[in-house]
């Protein structure tokens, strides 16, 4: 687990993975989840599943994980949280007991129901990917087919969940005409896959191209409206698919890479060998130079790519980052002298989100949000 919760130590964490899988997608909140496991009995509908009066007690290896920990924590913390004379009294012990434990079962479920991974020291973590495009139904179908994600929405949003990011996708009259990731500022974006074998099965049979760099292991895929998905094996995910990397095109990618782990509390890390990027949690954020989407140098005669263009205004129009407290970030950001786009907005009523935007100084469009994480 990417986080520490009192009373549980490795062992109950393993045994709680373990039986309740890592995709809690079922229970929307971890309020259903605590009464999935008979912890909050006032509300009979959880994780998809109706728990009937004939079936009130829940005999799992994950509730009494939940139970031990609960009991840890109270011997630990009763002389912090209980009065000598409540410390004599059972029902007091059972009344700290039973909140200790919709406490702990509540903090599991919040870090393995959330969809982007826990924030680095500066309140960040991978947030979502933007496409516009003609027919959004299409597009998310696509990435649910191909990449075993979870359809969903927010207000008028549509959205894809995939381990550590979220797909939103969009259409609208501004959808048309617009070009693909090559040539973008954005080049591609990469996820690691359990099987190479099948997610490159799924992707031919849903008639996209794929075009293999390491056989057997990787490919980049174009995905619908010319979006280049990299796909590398990486058997030791839990699911089908995660989120692995964007791959940015800039002049500069050493000025570049500092830029992101300034700006975004990132942290130089490696890829791959000899890969260097800006590790965000959630993934990576890597850069490549002038030669472009090519492996390694421009061919020696070849005329130098174009600039990358800006993404804003193509079919990957943007990236984003999930911001703990964006009132906090923007005001840093304004003090670094880092023009807003588009300032700190509330958009809580629409979609349940505050939302600002960026540019970084190579053209990529980035979007700030606090509240994706919960969707």
């Not at 099987?195 to 799924?202: H, L, N």
């Not at 130098?304 to 990957?316: E, F, I, M, N, Q």
């Amino acid at each position: 687990m990417q986080r520490g919760i009192d009373g549980v130590n490795v062992l109950p964490a393993q045994t709680l993975i373990g039986e309740c899988g890592p995709d809690m997608s079922s229970w929307e909140t971890e309020g259903r989840f605590v009464s999935w496991l008979s912890l909050a009995p006032n509300n009979k509908i959880s994780g998809g599943k109706i728990i009937g009066r004939d079936r009130r007690k829940v005999a799992s290896r994950a509730s009494q994980a939940l139970r031990n920990a609960a009991g840890t924590l109270l011997r630990s913390q009763s002389s912090d949280c209980i009065s000598p004379a409540q410390d004599s009294d059972s029902i007091s012990r059972m009344r700290y007991f039973a909140a200790a434990l919709t406490a702990l079962c509540s903090a599991f479920a919040v870090i393995l129901i959330a969809q982007t991974a826990p924030p680095n020291a500066a309140g960040i973590s991978m947030g979502h990917i933007h496409l516009v495009v003609p027919d959004p139904a299409a597009m998310q179908k696509v990435w649910v087919d191909v990449m075993g994600g979870k359809p969903s929405t927010a207000g008028p949003l549509t959205l894809v969940k995939l381990p550590n990011v979220f797909v939103i996708i969009t259409g609208g009259a501004s959808a048309a005409g617009r070009e693909g990731t090559d040539g973008s500022a954005v080049n591609h974006v990469g996820f690691s896959v359990k099987s190479y074998a099948a997610t490159r099965a799924k992707a031919e049979a849903a008639g996209l191209a794929v075009r293999e760099l390491t056989p057997g292991q990787q490919a980049f895929v174009t995905f619908p409206n010319n979006v280049t998905v990299e796909i590398q094996e990486d058997t030791s995910i839990a699911g089908e698919s995660e989120f692995s990397h964007f791959h940015l095109s800039v002049p500069d990618p050493n000025a570049a890479r500092e830029w992101y782990i300034k700006t975004f509390g990132g942290e130089e890390g490696q890829r791959r060998k000899g890969l260097k990027g800006a590790k965000i949690p959630g993934g990576f954020v890597d850069f490549l130079g002038p030669a472009g989407a090519g492996r390694g140098k421009a061919k020696e005669g070849a005329p130098p790519p174009p600039p990358p263009a800006a993404s804003k205004g193509r079919v990957l129009d943007h990236i984003g980052f999930e911001v703990k407290d964006l009132k906090s970030f923007t005001d840093h950001l304004a003090a670094d002298g880092i023009k807003l786009d588009v300032p700190l907005t509330d958009a809580t009523s629409k979609m349940g989100l505050k939302i600002a935007f960026i540019t970084d100084p190579y053209g990529t469009y980035i979007e700030l949000t606090e509240g994706l994480n919960a969707k």
